[in-house]
């Protein structure tokens, strides 16, 4: 196997800016990564850390925000008096531990096919090799599989899957439809993705269980939904989080393609209109390219033999999100059942390594209420709004979209593990790829058999 190493370019400057122009590199050397407790309500909260300059909100919830403190800031935010914790003592630190982007181009005999090596999940890679590996699982099943180009996004790059099915033949069963990095800095969940669909492949000519599988369902693979906003946290801001878009009338870029879905997206609370937002929705509803692209694959599948499981793959954090995200009075039709199902990953999610994943519905289960240090990863689960309160959460309008016009049986969002106490949370060490991984695909063992 021959690896190669692939270095990012060094950094001109000893600290930069949250927001580069385009030929600027990000540097997090120095930032600590804070968690604050909420004391007299978030927006308050919100206000006071946006008078940070240099200060990035990685995370915010009821009852406390997770902020990444530039070095500049920390006068300011000590002077703020407020009740926090550090969980990383050095981001630019953290990010080093993720090691370099490794090239992978080797593949291993399995029978009469060539599967990529397991070893894929030992690094974090370029998103050229990513799309080299969906090349090479879709050879190493060609009879059963075939590669997708669904179209291109703002910069260029076509969005790209992997489709799977079984013995009755391409697009005759009910679609199981897998979204990843929708959110730019996300990695982990582009190789959670990749870890599912090579489970499949690598087990259909040799598991009656995972034939089962793929002979009852087509599966959809789309690691990177996101494919400029994840090539510019390889080379440019590891932490950036939106599209590469950019807009009329302002300096800023970018959209939060999770946002712009055109399904109450006019909904206030949640969603900025502020170009210059991490959070920010667009201009009008479903204006991004990605989601233009994505909404019309969406449709086709619907309109076929529809969508039996949706997950869109997030982190940080450990939950298992449920419709619905823009209100906390509704329920969906079927909610029963996905109480039901969603317990049952969490059940099976746990087993490997001990994690906790809280589920619900997103309006009600996201942001933990007031409750000082409590861990909400380590809580089970919660009844409607005991989370949240009566905040608007469109994480992600996408589910509400999915669920509402494109009428998938169970939508949901899954946030995976995060680095945890002692480091940013988006950034885990390559060493945490293989468990989450390994993890979720133990939940989807068990709930696959149960839709």
């Known amino acids: 196997m021959r690896l190669l190493e692939v270095v990012l370019a060094a950094a001109s400057l000893a600290s930069a800016a949250v927001t580069p122009s385009p030929d600027e590199q990000v540097v997090y050397d120095g930032f600590k990564v804070v968690r604050v407790n909420v004391t007299d309500g978030l927006p308050s909260l919100k206000s006071k850390i946006a008078s940070l300059a240099q200060t990035l909100e990685l995370h915010s919830y009821a009852d406390h925000m997770d902020v990444a403190l530039a070095p500049s800031d920390v006068a300011a935010f000590e002077a703020l008096n407020l009740p926090s914790d550090i969980l990383d003592e050095d981001l630019g630190a953290s990010i080093a531990a993720e090691g370099p982007l490794v090239s992978f181009n080797s593949i291993a005999e399995v029978g009469a096919n060539a599967l990529p090596s397991d070893s894929w999940f030992n690094n974090y890679h370029p998103y050229s090799d990513h799309l080299q590996f969906l090349k090479d699982l879709q050879s190493a099943l060609p009879q059963n599989s075939e590669i997708l180009e669904i179209g291109a996004s703002y910069e260029g790059r076509q969005i790209t899957g992997l489709h799977l099915w079984g013995s009755g033949g391409s697009g005759s069963k009910p679609a199981i439809y897998i979204h990843g990095t929708v959110h730019a800095r996300e990695w982990i969940a582009t190789m959670v993705v990749e870890y599912f669909a090579y489970q499949l492949v690598s087990g259909y000519g040799n598991n009656a269980t995972i034939k089962g599988f ?238």
Request: aromatic share 12%.
């Open 214 to 451: 793929l002979d009852s369902y087509d599966f959809y693979f789309f690691p990177v939904v996101n494919p400029d906003g994840f090539s510019y946290t390889q080379s440019n801001d590891r932490l950036w989080r939106k599209n590469r878009m950019p807009r009329s009338s302002t300096s800023a870029k970018g959209t939060d393609i999770n946002r712009n879905w055109p399904y109450k997206w006019e909904v206030s609370g949640g969603a900025s209109t502020n170009p210059s937002d991490e959070d920010y929705r667009g201009q009008a509803a479903g204006d991004t390219p990605e989601v233009k692209v994505l909404k019309a694959f969406t449709d086709k599948l619907a309109a076929g033999k529809g969508i039996r499981l949706y997950i869109d793959f997030h982190s940080y954090g450990q939950y298992i999100l449920l419709p619905y995200g823009y209100t906390c009075s509704k329920r969906s039709s079927n909610d029963a059942k996905q109480e039901s199902l969603a317990g049952t990953l969490q059940a099976a999610i746990a087993k490997p390594y001990g994690k906790r994943f809280t589920y619900g519905p997103i309006c009600s289960t996201l942001y933990a209420a007031t409750g000082g240090s409590t861990d909400v990863s380590d809580i089970a689960s919660f009844p409607v709004c005991t989370l949240i309160g009566k905040r608007k959460e469109p994480l992600t309008r996408l589910l509400q979209y999915m669920t509402d016009v494109a009428g998938t049986t169970y939508a949901w969002a899954v946030e995976l593990r995060g680095g945890g106490s002692g480091s940013s949370g988006f950034v885990l060490p390559p060493s945490q790829i293989r468990p989450s991984s390994i993890e979720i695909w133990q939940g989807m063992q068990a709930l696959i058999p149960s839709l």
